[in-house]
C-alpha cells in the first residue's frame, strides 16, 4: 500500500481570491408533460440553474432545425449543459440519458456503487421502454383518436394495468423503487398522474398510491411540475381548433 507522504508546510503567501464564475444556465427544451417533467423535476432537485425554452410540440416547434441539431428523433425534452464535461457545452436528448448525466454530473439521486446503480437503471429502463411507451399508447387510443378501436383500447389499458400491478409489487415494503429516492422515481410519477386517462384506478394499487403521494408532496416534485404550466392551453383531447391542429402535427409523422 502507497502511503502518503506528509506535504511540507508552504511559505505563507497572500492568497489571491478569485472569484468562481456565475454558472450559466441549464438550457431545458421542454414542453409541460409526463416526459417533460422528469426534467423539469429533476433539475429542480438538485437546485440547478436552469431556463426553459419552450419546444410548442402542438405547433411543430419540435421540427425546427435549431431544435433537431441537438435532438434528432424530435421529441422534446433536451438540454444543453454549458458546463458540460470539460467546462464545454453539451446537448443532451432522451430523458433517459439526460436524467443519468444530471445524476452524474451533480452526484444526486443516481448511486455511485454498481449494485445501486444498476437497481436504479433497471427501473428507469422499466419506464422508458414499458410504462412510458405504454401509458402513451393509451393515451391515445383512450383519448386522441379519430376513431375508436376496442382492441387497441382493451390491448395498452390492460398493458398499463399489468405495468401497475408490477409496480405496486415492487413498492411492497418500499418507500421508492430503487433503493433511495432516485431517478427512476422521477422518471415514473408524471406517467402515474394521468392514470385515469390510461383508464387505471389509483385504489385498485394501494402501494402505488402511497409512492404517487410521497412523491407529490415533495416540495421540487411540484415546483417541476409547476414549472412553464402557463405555457399549456387546453389538453390535446379538446375540441379547439388549436386542439385539432395539435393532433394533426404529432399524430400524422412519417419519416421526412
Ligand atoms: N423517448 C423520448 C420520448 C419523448 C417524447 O415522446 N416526447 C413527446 C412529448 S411527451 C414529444 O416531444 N412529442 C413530439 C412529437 O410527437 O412530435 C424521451 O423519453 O425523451
Redesign the pocket.
Known sequence: MAIQKKKPAKAKTTKKVTKKPAQKPIELYY?P????WKISIMLEECKLPYVIKPIN?GTGD?FKKSFLKIAPN????AIIDPSGPGNKPISVF???AILQYLGRKTGKFYPGSERARVEVDEWLFWQ?GGL?PMAGQAHHFRQYASMKVPYAIRRYTNEVNRLYGVMDKRLRGREYLAGKYSIADMACWGWVLPYKNQGQKITDFPNVKKWFERMGDRPAVKRGFAAGMALRQGTLGDKTKDAAKARKV?FN?KAR
Open positions: 414542453w408533460t409526463p416526459n417533460g410540440i419540435q424530435n421529441r422534446m425534452p432522451e430523458s433517459g422508458m412510458g404529432l409523422q
